[in-house]
């Protein structure tokens, strides 16, 4: 089988290539414009390897998506590629809108083309995977039920309206074209290879350099956090057969934690691992101005998703992040350069 992914560069793409090189017999192709975000590195043994090949390509060039389904006729499309930073959606949205909403419908038009060519089994078999965020649901509240399947679209800030309205796409091209598409929506990811503009690489390698570590507002907005091997085992295990068209499938580990609890545990697992002769590191955390629009609480409940693919998270937060942190570590000599010459960790979206 061919699989299509779109963003396999990126920190969840690139996790899902590693699962699917590991465990199946497929050919992955690996779609990927090769963004600030995308590293080659993450693919690990995945990019030397036989049945990986990679497209740099724009999911909004109509021309290449053709040719990329024309030449490979891919089974399966997972759809990963996404901007996908609220910050830097704050600072500038267009981009989001360019590359979330406009390169679905590109590539969504490229699969239908392509789908409506195969014969009626191959049809049947076809899948089109879009990936997305438990951010287009809007922002709950201390007591609230978590989202699920049926929770109503309420997006809050560029990225997640533009995330909607590539969920409303995906489901769009099903219902009037036929396409068999289906959704995931997923809570926060962190782990190895996460490009550190997000949260916990950020707070980590502020605290090994001994920077201000930087928590919006009074640290109480709440996430749901899942280990990114876990997410890419359950998307392969819903693109490969278990969900079915039509159909959407809340992702989530039941992980919730503030972000200031997040931020004084990498402190305390860093302190443990790699103490700083100037102290406990919790010394370093600085209250900022909020992000603008920040929703309060992001929670997702995963029954839906758990019982149709099969899978549950196998990570609870504090075994992922010291496997995460643990990781950082060891691996300076591929996020110090990134610190150096791409992005220091600067403060963004304060719009």
């Known amino acids: 089988m061919h699989i299509l992914i779109t963003g396999g560069l990126g920190f969840i793409g690139s996790a899902v290539v590693r699962h699917l090189i590991r465990t199946t017999d497929h050919v992955v192709v690996n779609v990927d ?58 600072d500038g949205p267009a981009e989001f809108i360019r590359t979330n909403v406009v390169g679905t419908q590109v590539l969504l038009e490229a699969a239908r083309a392509h789908w409506s060519a195969l014969d009626a089994p191959a049809k049947d078999e076809f899948r089109f995977h879009h ?10 509240h201390h007591g609230d039920p978590p989202f699920h399947e049926a929770t ?57 350099e001994g920077k201000a570590l930087p928590v919006y507002g009074d640290g ?19 693109a490969l057969g278990a969900a079915q068209p039509g159909g959407t499938y809340c992702i989530g580990p039941r992980q919730e934690r503030t972000n200031l609890q997040v931020v004084k545990t990498i402190c305390a697992v860093l302190d443990r691992l ?21 929703d309060f609480r992001y929670a997702m409940d995963p029954s839906r998703a758990e019982a149709a ?42 719009h």
Not at 280 to 294: M, Q
């Open 33 to 90: 414009k090769e963004t600030y975000a995308a590293s080659h590195d993450a693919l690990e043994e995945a990019r030397g390897h036989r049945r990986h090949v990679h497209l740099r390509a724009d999911i909004c060039d109509p021309e290449a998506m053709r040719a990329a389904f024309a030449e490979w006729r891919p089974q399966v499309v997972m759809h990963l590629a996404a901007e996908s930073h609220v910050d830097r959606s704050i």
């Open 131 to 140: 990936v997305s965020t438990d951010e287009v649901f809007g922002a709950l």
């Open 152 to 208: 109503p679209y309420d997006p809050r800030s560029p990225y997640s309206a533009s995330k909607a309205a590539s969920d409303h796409l995906v489901r769009a091209w099903q219902h009037t074209y036929g396409l068999p598409t289906f959704v995931t929506n997923t809570t926060n990811n962190y782990g190895p290879w996460q490009f550190p503009e997000k949260l916990i690489p950020l707070v980590a390698l502020n605290a090994l």
């Open 220 to 238: 109480s907005n709440v996430r749901d956090w899942i280990f990114v091997d876990d997410h890419a085992e359950a998307l392969c295990k819903a």
């Open 274 to 294: 790699r103490p700083d002769p100037a102290g406990p590191r919790e010394r370093l955390i600085t209250f900022v101005k909020d992000r603008p629009g920040h």
């Open 309 to 350: 693919l099969g899978w549950r998270a196998k990570h609870d937060f504090e075994a992922g992040l010291e496997k995460t942190l643990r990781w950082y570590l060891d691996h300076e000599a591929w996020w110090k350069p990134i610190r150096e010459r791409r992005y220091a960790g600067e403060r963004l979206g304060k």
